[in-house]
C-alpha cells in the first residue's frame, strides 16, 4: 500500500523552529519529486514547497522563503521541511505529497497531515 | 504566485451536473496543460480526481471531467450524488511553482 505519514507538528512560539516529517512506503521514493502543501484552520489549500528526486532542486512559496527549507534521505524513504522564523500565519496542518517522476506531474498521494501551530 | 479564482460555492441537486471553474493566466492554467482537481472532505486530506486538464486516474468515476479553455480551467460533475458534497481545488504547475485555487464548496441539496 502506498503511504505518507507526517510527523512533528506542535505547538511552537512565534519566531520558534519546527522540523516536519514525511515517512514514505510501498512504492520507490527516490523516484519521485515531493511536495508540501498546507492548510490553516477554516482556509484553502496552499502549495509550499517541492523537491525533486535527488534532493538537489528546489522550489518554495513566495510566502515561505528563505524561512523554510525542503529536504530529503532516500535511504530513509523520508521528506523533511524545516520551518523557521515562524509566525502566527504559519498555523496550519501541513501535508506532504506525491509528485510523480517529471516536475509538473501531478500530486497523487498524500498524507493525513500534521498540525502546526504558531502562538505564545 | 496568485491563486487561482474559483466561485466560492456551487450547488446542484442529485442527479443534476454542476460545472466549477477555475481561472489562472497564461503563466499557469493558459500555459501548461496540467491543470488537476482535488476533491477534500471535512477532515480529510485531498484526493485527486482530475491531472493533465482531461485525465482521471483509475478508481475515479466517469462523472468527473476536465476541459480547459484559455486561462480558465473547468471541473465538471454529472449526476450529482449526496457523497460530492465537499471542497473542490484546482491546481496548475506553473514554472517556478504549483498553485492552488481558492476552493469550491459544492452542496448537494
Known amino acids: 500500500e502506498v503511504r505518507l505519514v507526517e510527523s512533528g507538528g506542535g505547538l511552537v512560539q512565534p519566531g520558534g523552529s519546527l522540523r516536519l516529517s514525511c515517512a514514505a512506503s510501498g512504492f520507490t521514493f527516490s523516484s519521485y519529486w515531493m511536495h508540501w502543501v498546507r492548510q490553516a484552520p477554516g482556509k484553502g489549500l496552499v502549495w509550499v514547497s517541492r523537491?525533486?528526486?535527488?534532493?538537489?532542486?528546489?522550489n518554495y512559496a513566495d510566502s515561505v522563503k528563505g524561512r523554510f527549507t525542503i529536504s530529503r534521505d532516500n535511504t530513509k524513504n523520508t521528506l523533511y521541511l524545516q520551518l523557521n522564523s515562524l509566525r502566527a500565519e504559519d498555523t496550519a496542518v501541513y501535508y506532504c505529497a506525491r509528485g510523480g517522476p517529471r516536475r509538473w506531474d501531478n500530486m497523487d498521494v498524500w498524507g493525513q497531515g500534521t498540525t502546526v501551530t504558531v502562538s505564545s | 504566485q496568485s491563486a487561482l479564482t474559483q466561485p466560492r460555492s456551487v450547488s446542484g441537486s442529485p442527479g443534476q451536473s454542476v460545472t466549477i471553474s477555475c481561472t489562472g493566466t497564461?503563466?499557469?492554467?493558459?500555459?501548461?496543460?496540467?491543470v488537476s482537481w482535488y476533491q477534500q472532505h471535512p477532515t480529510k486530506a485531498p484526493k485527486v480526481l482530475i491531472y493533465e486538464v482531461t485525465k482521471r486516474p483509475s478508481g475515479v468515476p466517469n462523472r468527473f471531467s476536465g476541459s480547459k479553455s484559455g486561462n480558465t480551467a473547468s471541473l465538471t460533475i454529472s449526476g450529482l450524488q449526496a457523497d460530492d458534497e465537499a471542497d473542490y481545488y484546482c491546481s496548475s504547475y506553473a514554472n517556478n511553482y504549483v498553485v492552488f485555487g481558492g476552493g469550491t464548496k459544492l452542496t448537494v441539496l
Open positions: 497564461s503563466s499557469d492554467v493558459g500555459g501548461y496543460n496540467f
Open positions: 523537491l525533486n528526486t535527488e534532493g538537489s532542486s528546489t
